[in-house]
T-cell receptor, first 115, second 115 residues
Framework: AQSVTQPDIHITVSEGASLELRCNYS??????LFWYVQSPGQGLQLLLK??????LVQGIKGFEAEFKRSQSSFNLRKPSVHWSDAAEYFC?????????????FGAGTTVTVRA | EPEVTQTPSHQVTQMGQEVILRCVPI?????FYWYRQILGQKVEFLVS????????KSEIFDDQFSVERPDGSNFTLKIRSTKLEDSAMYFC?????????????FGDGTRLSIL
């Protein structure tokens, strides 16, 4: 079945350091992929999305992600993290229905930022 | 920026009682969704709704669950007779159109606690 896997449950990073969150997908065709962020007590906010075209996607808050078909990956990166980036991050793949689509989420990666 | 709003933010209910979770999608959106996240687990799709009917539902969405758009602005999830295992965070989402290039916008969620 189509799905995404986030291998890292928890990552701790120092403020100002770079961050990379891994996402691997299992999908027969070209997947449509999203990254969402969930800050404590908040809902899911869309960071970026990939549908087709340029494999390097820019998102909000200084995040980017790169789609690599050869590795079945869609990793999220940020060059320099801020304390406010501490949150849980979810990768999701689109599963198409007859009229619309649903999202299948990964288990999430919790990011802790230390001073 | 328009938001999806959910009320209440936290609902505590006795097992066996009925509960209604409320959502106000973004005003020009036509597709509506409910997801849930049991503590420590991934976000799971429950149901999608378009044109006043269910488009798709997951195995979780059994006869105890129902959705309704009672007026032009609200979208509700009803659990008829709650069980302990219904305790979770419930997220409402909406999108302008059903195409996958239209991202789903999520509310902040309702935390449902069943006693």
């Amino acid at each position: 079945a189509q799905s995404v896997t986030q291998p890292d449950i928890h990552i701790t990073v120092s403020e100002g350091a770079s961050l990379e969150l891994r996402c691997n997908y299992s999908y027969g065709a070209t997947p449509y992929l999203f990254w969402y962020v969930q800050s404590p007590g908040q809902g899911l906010q869309l960071l970026l999305k990939y549908f087709s075209g340029d494999t390097l996607v820019q998102g909000i808050k200084g995040f980017e992600a790169e789609f690599k078909r050869s590795q079945s990956s869609f990793n999220l990166r940020k060059p320099s993290v801020h304390w406010s980036d501490a949150a849980e991050y979810f990768c999701a793949v689109v599963l198409f229905g007859a009229n619309d689509y649903k999202l299948s989420f990964g288990a999430g990666t919790t990011v802790t930022v230390r001073a | 920026e328009p938001e999806v709003t959910q009320t209440p933010s936290h609902q505590v209910t006795q097992m066996g009682q009925e509960v209604i979770l409320r959502c106000v999608p973004i005003s020009n959106h036509l597709y509506f969704y409910w997801y849930r996240q049991i503590l420590g687990q991934k976000v799971e799709f429950l149901v999608s709704f378009y044109n006043n009917e269910i488009s798709e539902k997951s195995e979780i969405f059994d006869d105890q669950f129902s959705v309704e758009r009672p007026d032009g602005s609200n979208f509700t999830l009803k659990i008829r007779s709650t069980k302990l295992e219904d305790s979770a965070m419930y997220f409402c989402a909406s999108s302008e159109m059903g195409g996958s290039n239209q991202p789903q916008h999520f509310g902040d969620g309702t935390r449902l606690s069943i006693l």
